[in-house]
C-alpha cells in the first residue's frame, strides 16, 4: 500500500461544477502539500497545510491530522483548471517529499 | 517571476551520450532537490544536493549515472550520463524555502528523449 492515496484517479467534469480530490496518507507529516502539474511538466505549489484550511482564490485545501486526510475543492470549475494534481508529504523539516499518484482532472467546456 | 531557471526545457540525445541539466534559483537556497518523472508517473526523487558536500542519492540511483553538482547556494547541475532511451523523462529540479512561506517551487522541468 502506497504512503500517500489519492482518489480519484481521473476526474472529467462539465465547467461550473464543484471538484473534491481526496488524499489519505499513512505516516507521521510534517507537512502536507497540494500541487499543480499542467501538461508540459511545470509544476506549481498550490497550498502547503500542517492543519485546519486555507483557500486562494477558488480553490480550498483542508486537512483532518487525525483522520490522516486531505481534501483539495475547486469551485466554480473551468477549462483552465484541466491539470493534473498532486498530493505530497514531508515527514520531516527536510523537505524531501513523499508523492501521490496525482489526478487527472478534465473540465469541459 | 520565476524562482528557478532550469534548462535546458527539452533535448533529444544519441543513446550512449550525456546531458547536463542546470538549475539556477533567484535566491540562497540549502537544499536543492532533483526528481524524475517518467511517463505517466508521479514524480522520483533521485537525490538531494547540498551546498559543499556530496549529493544524497536515493536507491537506484547512483553518481557514476547521475552525478550533480552544487558549487554555490544558487546553482545546481545533474547530468544524465552515457544515456539509453529508458532515461527518457522529466527531469526536474526543486527546492523549499521558509523565507518564502515554506512554499515548494519547482524548475519548468527538462523533457529528454534518448534515441
Known amino acids: 500500500k502506497n504512503e500517500v492515496e489519492q482518489s480519484p484517479q481521473n476526474l472529467t467534469a462539465q465547467e461550473g461544477e464543484f471538484i473534491t480530490i481526496n488524499c489519505s496518507y499513512s505516516?507521521?507529516?510534517?507537512?502536507l502539500h497540494w500541487l499543480q502539474q499542467h501538461p508540459g511538466g511545470g509544476i506549481v505549489s498550490l497550498f502547503m497545510?500542517?492543519?485546519?484550511?486555507k483557500k486562494h482564490g477558488r480553490l480550498i485545501a483542508t486537512i483532518n491530522i487525525q483522520e490522516k486526510h486531505s481534501s483539495l475543492h475547486i469551485t466554480a470549475s473551468h477549462p483552465r483548471d484541466s491539470a493534473v494534481y498532486i498530493c505530497?508529504?514531508?515527514?520531516?523539516?527536510?523537505?524531501?517529499?513523499?508523492w501521490g499518484a496525482g489526478t487527472k482532472l478534465i473540465i469541459k467546456p | 517571476s520565476a524562482v528557478i531557471s532550469q534548462k535546458p526545457s527539452r533535448d533529444i540525445c544519441q543513446r550512449g551520450t550525456s546531458l547536463t541539466i542546470q538549475c539556477q534559483v533567484d535566491?540562497?537556497?540549502?537544499?536543492m532537490f532533483w526528481y524524475r518523472q517518467q511517463p505517466g508517473q508521479s514524480l522520483t526523487l533521485i537525490a538531494t544536493?547540498?551546498?559543499?558536500?556530496?549529493?544524497?542519492?536515493e536507491s537506484g540511483f547512483v553518481i557514476d549515472k547521475f552525478p550533480i553538482s552544487r558549487p554555490n547556494l544558487t546553482f545546481s547541475t545533474l547530468t544524465v550520463s552515457n544515456m539509453s532511451p529508458e532515461d527518457s523523462s522529466i527531469y526536474l529540479c526543486?527546492?523549499?524555502?521558509?523565507?518564502?512561506?515554506?512554499?515548494?517551487?519547482f524548475g519548468s522541468g527538462t523533457q529528454l528523449s534518448v534515441l
Open positions: 526543486s527546492v523549499a524555502t521558509v523565507a518564502r512561506g515554506e512554499k515548494l517551487f
Open positions: 505516516v507521521g507529516i510534517s507537512a
Open positions: 535566491s540562497q537556497v540549502t537544499m
Open positions: 497545510l500542517s492543519s485546519g484550511k
Open positions: 544536493a547540498n551546498q559543499g558536500s556530496e549529493a544524497t542519492y
Open positions: 505530497a508529504v514531508t515527514r520531516d523539516s527536510n523537505y524531501q517529499l513523499i
